[in-house]
């Protein structure tokens, strides 16, 4: 059988938090990098940058980091059963997007919605190979 001890916040102020907080958390907190990194990057997008909202690069950055990020922070927090935490959120951002690429097709949505949402697929599946990497 696997040792499944380790952690992913261990040597970080997360660890010191009681088991009972962190797994209040961990849902929260894999929701709030997507929200962050939006609104980061409406500020900067509408007042430094000047540029559209359907640039490539920023849509292919907002898909590594709203899925990848989804997945690690929430299973970071996951005091226990990280690996099963990761799939857990992976299951979820899956449906979300399934939903998301199957509304885009049904509204005729530009194509630039389908590569983000796919991409996102693609960055939290990647993120949870990498926690069973790091938690073996």
């Known amino acids: 059988m696997e040792n499944n001890n380790k952690d992913l916040a ?10 009972w907080l962190r797994w209040l958390l961990f ?16 500020i900067f997008q509408t007042w430094f ?9 920023l849509v292919l950055m907002r898909g590594v980091i709203y899925g990848g990020g989804f997945i690690f922070v ?6 226990k059963n990280q ?8 299951v ?7 939903i998301g690429i199957f509304s885009a097709i049904l509204i005729k949505s530009p194509l630039i919605n ?13 993120t ?3 926690i069973f990497q790091e938690l073996k």
């Not at 979820?92 to 399934?98: A, K, R």
């Open 10 to 19: 261990q040597g970080s102020f997360i660890e010191k938090w009681p088991t």
């Open 27 to 42: 849902i929260p907190s894999a929701i709030i990098v997507p929200a962050l990194f939006l609104i980061i990057q409406i």
């Open 49 to 57: 940058l000047d540029i559209g909202g359907k640039a490539f690069l």
């Open 74 to 79: 929430g299973t970071f927090v996951a005091p």
């Open 83 to 90: 690996k099963a935490i990761s799939i857990f959120l992976l």
């Open 92 to 98: 979820i951002i899956s449906m979300i997007i399934g």
């Open 114 to 126: 389908i590569i983000e949402d796919l991409i996102m697929l693609i960055s939290a599946g990647y």
């Open 128 to 130: 949870t190979h990498y």
